[in-house]
C-alpha cells in the first residue's frame, strides 16, 4: 500500500509518502486555495491508499481537526490521525544532523516531520 503523511501548517503543508514500504519525504505545498486541488495531484500521481495527518495539542489542533474534516469530503480515501508531539524537534534533529544548508530548511523541514509522522504511523 501506498500511504501519504501530512504535517499540516498554516503556510506549509509538509508531505511525506511511503512507496513499496520506502518513505520518502516530497516537497510541500502552500496552504492556500488550491490545497485539495494540489493534495488530490499527488493522491492521483503516487497511487495512494490511505492518508495520515500530524495531530497536533492545544488551539493549534481544532484548525487541523477542521482541515482532516474537509479533507475526508474531499477524497475517497482512509484518513488517520497520528499525534505528531515532538516530530519538528525530531525533523529539527535530522536536518540538522545532515548537514543540510540553513537555506533549505524553510522549505523542507515540514515534509521531514510528515516522513517522521509516517514511521510513527506504519512502524517502517
Do not use: H, Q, W
Not at 502552500?30 to 494540489?38: A, L, R, V
Not at 474531499?74 to 548537514?99: C, G, H, Q, R, Y
Amino acid at each position: 500500500m501506498n500511504y501519504l503523511a501530512i504535517d499540516y501548517g498554516t503556510k506549509r503543508i509538509g508531505l511525506a509518502i511511503t512507496v513499496m514500504d520506502i518513505i520518502s519525504p516530497i516537497d510541500g505545498i502552500p496552504n492556500d486555495k488550491s490545497i485539495f486541488d494540489n493534495l488530490n495531484k499527488i493522491i492521483s500521481s503516487y497511487k495512494i491508499d490511505k492518508i495520515f495527518v500530524g495531530m497536533c495539542e492545544g488551539d493549534f489542533a481544532i484548525k487541523t481537526k477542521k482541515f482532516v474534516t474537509e479533507l475526508r469530503s474531499m477524497v475517497k480515501l482512509p484518513v488517520e490521525t497520528i499525534e505528531e508531539s515532538v516530530s519538528t524537534i525530531e525533523a529539527n534533529k535530522l536536518f540538522s544532523d545532515n548537514k543540510k544548508k540553513k537555506k533549505k530548511y524553510k522549505k523542507s523541514i515540514d515534509s521531514i516531520a510528515a516522513a517522521i509522522i509516517l514511521r510513527r504511523a506504519t512502524n517502517f
